[in-house]
């Protein structure tokens, strides 16, 4: 069983550095914490680096795990090779790239890009975002899947995450006491549905709202409420069409030996129980 710990970071590749810098700092709010030729690290927490943005094709979308140690690296390595991902080592090159001590690469089940990390570098310095935004930190990703039931079974069967509810056939799994960590998204083509970041009060989320709307970012979904986490959310777009999301107040799951997945209906209100109609 390949143990993740938690989420380590998202890196996207970007045909345009300077508009990704651009809405991530004065429309996201996160921190530059470096910014090296062809990459640019984002901060939303006390890690050096949360979000990626390198020069190159946006269809480049990786998501980063992170596990306990480098015996656990080569354990997960052996189970995916078994199972018939083909798996990367991360050369030191691309180990300093990614901040972390070691890292191997694979794809999931929906071709989706993977990272397990080891020990991803902290900063010594508080997050201070670029706009008061009130990001506390980077929370979940939507990965889009060409077979929710096959993909859930990878991520709970290989991997060590729980469904904490469905809607339809799609799985919120946690990997932890947070509500959902990965979220399965049915779609064409893999790659990242969407980017989570909590936010401090229900007012960031509306402050957030107008902030965005002035200045013409995309607002797709929301303001509205998951009743699934119970979360407050607004959903905008970014560069290169990249969904980002906003939330407050996702729940987490006390009891892990007791918690039993609940069943929504894939239908809108499913989504949002304010009545806010998702647009994209
Ligand atoms: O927070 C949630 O419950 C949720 C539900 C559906 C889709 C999402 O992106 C979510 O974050
Ligand atoms: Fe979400």
């Not at 998204?185 to 007012?203: F, I, L, R, T, Y």
């Not at 699934?228 to 892990?256: C, K, N, Q």
Request: net charge negative.
């Amino acid at each position: 069983m390949i143990e993740l710990k938690d989420l380590s970071y998202v890196r996207f590749g970007t045909s345009n550095l300077e508009d990704a810098e651009s809405f991530a700092t004065k429309c996201l709010g996160l921190q530059v914490g470096e910014q090296s030729g062809k990459a640019l690290y984002l901060r939303s927490d006390d890690r050096a680096h949360t979000l990626c943005y390198f020069e190159g094709d946006p269809a480049e979308q990786t998501v980063g795990f992170e596990v306990d140690d480098e015996a656990q690296l080569d354990a997960a390595a052996a189970t995916l090779d078994q199972l018939g991902h083909p798996v990367h080592a991360g050369t030191a090159g691309e180990c300093a790239s990614r901040k972390v001590k070691a890292f191997i690469g694979f794809k999931d089940p929906s071709g989706n890009h993977i990272e397990l990390v080891v020990r991803p570098e902290r900063s010594g310095k508080r997050y201070f975002g670029s706009r008061d935004a009130g990001i506390t930190g980077f929370s979940h990703v939507g990965l889009f899947t060409s077979d929710p039931a096959r993909d859930e079974r990878f991520w709970t069967q290989v991997c060590n995450a729980r469904v904490s509810d469905r809607i339809g056939d799609v799985a919120l799994m946690r990997v932890n006491a947070i509500h959902h960590t990965i979220a399965l998204a049915p779609g064409p083509k893999a790659g990242v549905h969407h980017v989570n970041h909590q936010v401090e009060s229900n007012d960031d989320v509306l402050r957030s709202y107008y902030h965005l709307s002035e200045k013409r970012v995309p607002i797709v979904f929301g303001p509205g409420r998951h009743p699934t986490s119970g979360a407050r959310f607004l959903y905008f777009r970014g560069p290169d069409g990249m969904v980002f999301e906003y939330s407050i107040g996702v729940d987490e799951i006390e009891d892990e030996d007791t918690h039993r997945p609940r069943q929504f209906g894939f239908e809108p209100s499913s989504l949002c129980m304010w009545g806010s109609k998702r647009n994209w």
